[in-house]
């Protein structure tokens, strides 16, 4: 059974950091693209973040850039999101996620971590 886990969340103060974690488990991974998601109350789901499975490619969303990192140690099937310089804004459920390279669609979930940013 594939499972993603997240961790990390919590409340933190705007201006500060967070480091995400997903450990994921129940199949091999490779060639897998790992992706950040987040959806506040009342808005849709937004992607923030996507890597390769070599971590050669990454893609970030305008409203993260600069401020968000993505990265994945496959040996440890492990994809983390570090967060600097936090806004009230990013208060939101993250979640991640997996999909094959060769497709669109994200088939693997995981059930999501509340961050939130207090002003």
């Known amino acids: 059974q594939v499972q993603l886990v997240e961790s990390g969340g919590g409340l933190v103060q705007a201006g500060g950091s967070l480091r995400l974690s997903c450990a994921a488990s129940g199949r091999t991974f490779a060639s897998y693209v790992m992706g950040w998601f987040r959806q506040a109350p009342g808005k849709e789901r937004e992607v923030l973040t996507a890597v390769t499975w070599s971590g050669g490619s990454t893609y970030y969303a305008d409203s993260v850039k600069g401020r968000f990192t993505i990265s994945r140690d496959n040996a440890k099937n492990t994809v983390y999101l570090q967060m600097n310089s936090l806004k009230p804004e990013d208060t939101a459920v993250y979640y991640c996620?997996?999909?094959?390279?060769?497709?669109?669609?994200?088939?693997?979930w995981g059930q999501g971590t509340q961050v939130t940013v207090s002003s």
């Open positions: 996620a997996a999909r094959k390279e060769a497709r669109y669609n994200y088939e693997y």
